[in-house]
């Protein structure tokens, strides 16, 4: 159909909605959301976080959120697969932006991330963030562990990111045993998926490596996530390492977006893929809520999640 509108982004005055604007122009949000800082009543929050001051390798992770925005204009006016829906017809999303960092004063990072995660949480929304390297999340599971303690962990990752760690180091590869000791995750209900290193600790985190997954069904993967989490409130965190690179080529060892090195955006669509998939999960549990408590009970149910 032709488009309707430009700059949807901007010029919307609704949190729902498909936008219906050329792909290839507009202002570039997260599949055409709105802008805004406002996040109440919104269901959703997708927020990027540009840092990537933590990597061993390759850097350019800080340009992950602008890439991923960009590639997901393809994403932005059709019913999505798999979920057969436009996923913001009753989902209120809203891009917040990226969060504000002092490259040159690292230390501050953690816990600038923290407190505004922490402010996102207090509405009560899903908190979608776009990296960024990976130490980022841990910043934001102590955010999010503040609201609902002990956290399982869902990862989806080529690392364990559990290498030794002093309490302070500012790492992409030792935060999740940080995480370990200091109580922030539950090990025991935390499971990894499609490993393909050895680090020296597990820290008791169950593993799917890399080559078991090849040879399992994408529902044997979804029980044994399901079996190990238990019921218990759950982090999930998409390292995109975890794609094979012939797929995800932008990143490095482990870069987790890197459009420098990301051949026709390959990387940063995977990326918004991932994203939107989430997304569209969000859109699915808030109609199915609403079908089951007829009306208004859904919403408060999905708004009741704080973030998890």
């Known amino acids: 159909m032709p488009p ?9 005055r609704s949190r729902t909605g498909a ?15 709105k802008y805004s800082k406002d996040v109440k009543d ?4 997708v927020w990027g976080i540009p840092f990537d001051a933590a990597v061993t390798n390759r850097p350019g992770a800080r340009f992950g959120p602008q890439a991923i925005r960009r590639a997901s204009a393809i994403l932005d006016n ?13 989902l209120a999303v809203i891009d917040y932006g990226d969060c504000l960092l002092d490259s040159g004063n690292h230390q501050k990072t953690p816990a600038t991330i923290e407190r505004e995660a922490a402010k996102i949480l207090k509405s009560g929304a899903f908190l ?14 102590k955010a999010h562990a503040a609201v609902h303690g002990p956290l399982a962990l869902v990862q989806f990752d ?20 940080r995480a370990v000791k200091e109580g922030i995750i539950d ?17 008791g985190i169950k593993i799917l490596y890399g080559h078991e997954v090849e040879e399992m069904r994408a529902s044997d993967i979804a029980y044994a996530i399901v ?21 995800a080529p932008g990143t490095g060892t482990p870069v987790a977006v890197a459009p420098a090195y990301d051949h026709a955006d390959i990387t940063a669509i995977a990326g918004s893929m991932v994203a939107m998939h989430y997304l569209g999960l969000l859109a699915e549990r808030k109609a199915r809520l609403e079908e089951m408590n007829q009306g208004n009970h859904g919403v408060a149910g999905l708004n009741q999640a704080s973030g998890i």
């Open 187 to 203: 090990p025991d209900r935390s499971i990894q998926i499609g490993i393909r290193t050895h680090a020296p600790d597990t820290f």
């Open 4 to 12: 309707r509108t430009i700059d949807h982004a901007f010029t919307t």
């Open 42 to 45: 919104a269901d959703a929050v």
């Open 227 to 247: 079996d190990r989490t238990g019921g218990k409130k759950t982090y999930v965190t998409f390292d995109i390492d975890c794609l094979d690179p012939a797929f």
């Open 158 to 177: 080529a690392h364990q990111d559990t290498w030794p760690d002093d309490g302070k180091r500012i790492d992409h590869g030792s935060f999740v045993g």
């Open 128 to 141: 979608l963030s776009l990296g960024g390297d990976h130490f980022v999340t841990w910043p934001l599971l």
């Open 78 to 90: 059709d019913p999505q697969y798999p979920f057969s829906r436009d996923l913001f017809e009753q």
């Open 19 to 33: 936008s219906f604007e050329p792909t290839y122009a507009g202002a570039l949000s997260f599949m055409r959301r």
